[in-house]
Each structure stands twice: as C-alpha cells, then as structure tokens.
T-cell receptor, first 111, second 112 residues
Framework: SQKIEQNSEALNIQEGKTATLTCNYTNYSPAYLQWYRQDPGRGPVFLLLIRENEKEKRKERLKVTFDTTLKQSLFHITASQPADSATYLCALDEGDYKLSFGAGTTVTVRA | NAGVTQTPKFRVLKTGQSMTLLCAQDMNHEYMYWYRQDPGMGLRLIHYSVGEGTTAKGEVPDGYNVSRLKKQNFLLGLESAAPSQTSVYFC???????????FGPGTRLTVL
C-alpha cells in the first residue's frame, strides 16, 4: 500500500486567510485521490475527489490540485472561517474500491 | 435515511473477552468497510466486503473476523480482545461504481 504523508499535524491560521494542506505519496500514482473532513468524535465526511487526469477541482471555497509528477495533492480552503476548523484527511485509491488514508492535518481557524 | 449507523457507541472489555460490532447502512450500497483509527496513524483498513456473502482482508486483519450475511449489515468480531485493540472503529460504505465512502459515527473500544 501507499505511504502517505500529510504536512504537519496542525495548522493555525487567521480567519479570512487561505489554508493550504499538502498530501504526498511515495509509490504509484493512484487513479484518484479524495479529501475528507473529520470533526472531533465524528466519522469522516467526503469533500472532494480528483482524478489523475485532472489538474484542479473546486467546490465552493475548497480547491484541490493533483500533480502526479510531484506525487502530491494540495488542498486549499480560501477565505477560511472558524467553522472550517477540523481535521482534513487525504485518501488514495488502492484499487478494488479500497482507500489508503493519511494521518490528517488539524486546521484551527482563529476569529 | 439514517445513512451508516454503528452499534454500540462505546464499549469497555477485559482482555480475552469477545464482542461484535454492528454496522448497518440503508443506502443499498454494495461495498462496506471496517477501519480502526489510532492517534497519529490515520484510518487503517481491517476488513472489507464487495457484496453480500463476501469478505476480504485489509491492512490489519489479525485478531478480527467479519461477516456480511445481509447486504445492509457488516459485523466485526473480536474473539479474544487484547489491549492493542483499543481504538476507535469506523464502518463505511460506498455505492457500486462510486468512489466516495460514507462513514458511521464510530465505536470507541477500550480493552483493559
């Protein structure tokens, strides 16, 4: 399975700023990559999926990029709000509808 | 729709005891998964199922067994619990040809 590294365990930012999270993987490039949000004491919730032939995907204030040359995905939260505070997980396709998850990055947005 | 539900929410076991965690989904999804989540390690796949009556091993299957007798239910069993199985367990499901997974609220298990 893939080795997945998400940058720093925690990210603290000021409200209104852009948060940028990194997901790096080491082996083969997956067919797709997903990002999930997890709040304390809750299960992960799906946010975005980006396929290997897509460079960028957007959903409201969220943007995901996928660079198969760098073996990296970037996840951006623009105009961040305190309600965006959560842990964000990246997940890579392992085939047969299985995913490998990173350990997550906890984002705290200060008002 | 209730989505994915898990029973129980919390459980404390003594070493050597057995228990079964129940996962139910009402979305008619084909695929179901059991994960464990430990601090700093992310979600690790224990077992999964691609349809009723089928199961397969994931990344960390030792010490666990599963059954998928009905499409909507996926059971995770611990035959002889060990302290190393203290964790938060999540069940998830996904539709055929779909990629996103829908997660339950989790079960927090402590083995003393």
């Amino acid at each position: 399975s893939q080795k997945i590294e998400q940058n720093s365990e925690a990210l603290n930012i000021q409200e209104g700023k852009t948060a940028t999270l990194t997901c790096n993987y080491t082996n083969y490039s997956p067919a797709y990559l997903q990002w999930y949000r997890q709040d304390p004491g809750r299960g992960p919730v799906f946010l975005l999926l980006i396929r290997e032939n897509e460079k960028e995907k957007r959903k409201e204030r969220l943007k995901v990029t996928f660079d198969t040359t760098l073996k990296q995905s970037l996840f951006h939260i623009t105009a961040s709000q305190p309600a965006d505070s959560a842990t964000y997980l990246c997940a890579l396709d392992e085939g047969d509808y299985k995913l490998s998850f990173g350990a997550g990055t906890t984002v705290t947005v200060r008002a | 729709n209730a989505g994915v539900t898990q029973t129980p929410k919390f459980r404390v076991l003594k070493t050597g005891q057995s228990m079964t965690l129940l996962c139910a989904q009402d979305m008619n999804h084909e695929y179901m998964y059991w994960y464990r989540q430990d601090p700093g390690m992310g979600l690790r796949l224990i077992h999964y199922s691609v349809g009723e009556g089928t199961t397969a091993k994931g990344e960390v299957p030792d010490g666990y067994n599963v059954s998928r007798l009905k499409k909507q239910n996926f059971l995770l069993g611990l035959e002889s619990a060990a302290p190393s199985q203290t964790s938060v367990y999540f069940c998830a499901s996904s539709p055929p040809l779909g990629n996103e997974q829908f997660f339950g609220p989790g079960t927090r298990l402590t083995v003393l």
